[in-house]
């Protein structure tokens, strides 16, 4: 099994940046790939970015140019780095781990799953 743990959340201004983290713990060796998800009250959950272990990355169009996605090994942590937030950026952010070596960008490919983080941008 593997443990996700979600930091960093909180209440920022539009235009303000934040940073997520998300620790893994357990048989962190059995993990090729993390990513970031959200969810928006009555929406769907969705994709925002996602890195394997080879520092592949992938990103939704609405995370280009203001979100960077990183990988700390030595840490079994991964991180997302938002800038230019904007109020349809409010969402709960969940990190996912990915055991298959393909770059998942599914959120069925993925085997675990954290509690979340609540991101909040005021407008």
């Known amino acids: 099994q593997v443990q996700l743990v979600e930091s960093g959340g909180g209440l920022v201004q539009a235009g303000g940046s934040l940073r997520l983290s998300c620790a893994a713990s357990g048989r962190i060796f059995s993990i090729n790939a993390m990513g970031w998800y959200r969810q928006a009250p009555g929406k769907q959950r969705e994709l925002v970015a996602t890195?394997?272990?080879?520092?592949?990355?992938h990103y939704a169009d609405s995370a280009k140019g203001r979100f960077t996605i990183s990988l700390d090994k030595w840490k079994n942590t991964v991180y997302l780095q938002m800038n230019r937030l904007k109020p349809e950026d409010t969402a709960v952010y969940s990190c996912a781990a990915h055991e298959g070596e393909r770059l998942p960008l599914r959120s069925y490919e993925y085997d675990y799953w954290g509690q979340g983080t609540q991101v909040t941008v005021s407008s």
């Open positions: 890195i394997t272990s080879g520092d592949s990355s």
